[in-house]
């Protein structure tokens, strides 16, 4: 008799469990069936891709975010760099414009942005971040920062100018994680 109930309970869980269904409500109250673990692309994976309309927006939001900065943001995407940029950081992101990546040699973005040269876009990228949170201001007291691809950038002021790598900061967005510095140029590095 244990048995009987025993079986009968564990039909009428796998039952009861495979009769709901994964869904959502919209406003209007509509329900909306939504896609199961499974079924997301294993690209998209990782606190990059988590959403939270609570925190501050971290850099890569920042990025996302701007009409600026569409050709940084499909390099990160095309590095895979998504998740290093949504840690807790604090990060300091150089984040070059569109302008900026348009004024380097013809064809070097589309070369660069090629699946067989994802590494090499990947260092470059990296170059662009440094651990911390300084502002443009504390920055002016420093003569290199050292960048995530384990090269050091130079600090150069100018007047109220200051540069980094030879690129101008000429904005700066404070970020959940640190700080976005737009900058006016690509920074190369050295090798």
């Given at each position: 008799m244990k048995t009987i109930i025993?079986?009968?309970?564990?039909?009428?869980?796998?039952?009861?469990?495979?009769?709901?269904k994964n869904e959502k409500t919209t406003e209007t109250g509509a329900s909306v069936e939504s896609s199961t673990p499974s079924e997301v692309s294993s690209s998209n994976q990782g606190q990059a891709f988590i959403e939270?309309?609570?925190?501050?927006?971290?850099?890569?939001?920042?990025?996302?975010?701007?009409?600026?900065?569409?050709?940084?943001?499909?390099?990160?995407?095309?590095?895979?760099?998504?998740?290093?940029?949504?840690?807790?950081?604090?990060?300091?992101?150089?984040?070059?414009?569109?302008?900026?990546?348009?004024?380097?040699?013809?064809?070097?973005?589309?070369?660069?942005?090629?699946?067989?040269?994802?590494?090499k876009l990947a260092s470059i990228l990296k170059h662009?971040?440094?651990?911390?949170?300084?502002?443009?201001?504390?920055?002016?007291k420093f003569k290199k920062v050292g960048q995530a691809d384990g090269n050091d950038a130079k600090v150069e002021v100018v007047g109220d100018d200051v540069f980094v790598g030879g690129a101008k900061i000429v904005a700066s967005v404070d970020?959940?994680?640190?700080?976005?510095?737009?900058?006016?140029?690509?920074?190369v590095p050295a090798n």
């Open positions: 025993k079986l009968f309970f564990v039909s009428a869980a796998v039952l009861l469990f495979s009769a709901c939270d309309d609570e925190s501050a927006p971290n850099v890569l939001q920042i990025a996302i975010g701007s009409p600026d900065h569409t050709t940084l943001v499909a390099a990160v995407q095309a590095a895979g760099l998504e998740n290093s940029l949504v840690n807790a950081g604090p990060l300091m992101v150089f984040a070059p414009t569109d302008e900026a990546f348009n004024a380097l040699p013809a064809g070097t973005v589309e070369d660069l942005l090629k699946p067989e040269n994802k590494e662009h971040v440094t651990p911390g949170n300084y502002s443009k201001e504390f920055l002016k970020a959940g994680n640190g700080i976005v510095h737009v900058v006016d140029k690509v920074i």
